[in-house]
Nanobody
Framework: QVQFVESGGGLVQPGGSLRLSCAASGIIFSIYTMGWYRQAPGKQRELVAV???????NHDDSVKGRFTISRDNAKSTVFLQMNSLKPEDTAVYYC?????????WGQGTQVTVSS
């Protein structure tokens, strides 16, 4: 069973930065696709960024140029560097691990962008 430890969320002013981390255990991390979704109040969960086992990345258009996903296979951890944050980035951010079409989810971490 996959277990996740997410960290790095919090309250930040518009224009600020945060770095989310998600450490996974119970899997062979290096062979999994990893990613981040977010869910704002009253909205559906949406994909933010994904990184393949080979390191290929894809970012949603709403965060391109501001957010960067990366991974450290030696630490079984995926990161989301978030810069130039906007109030509309406020959401609960969930990491996930995917293989064979099956996703496992982290518990989520709150990101609030407000002055």
């Amino acid at each position: 069973q996959v277990q996740f430890v997410e960290s790095g969320g919090g309250l930040v002013q518009p224009g600020g930065s945060l770095r989310l981390s998600c450490a996974a255990s119970g899997i062979i991390f290096s062979i999994y696709t990893m990613g981040w979704y977010r869910q704002a109040p009253g909205k559906q969960r949406e994909l933010v960024a994904v990184i393949s086992s080979r390191g290929s990345t894809n970012h949603d258009d709403s965060v391109k140029g501001r957010f960067t996903i990366s991974r450290d296979n030696a630490k079984s951890t995926v990161f989301l560097q978030m810069n130039s944050l906007k109030p509309e980035d406020t959401a609960v951010y969930y990491c996930y691990a995917e293989r064979g079409g099956r996703k496992s989810w982290g518990q989520g971490t709150q990101v609030t962008v407000s002055s």
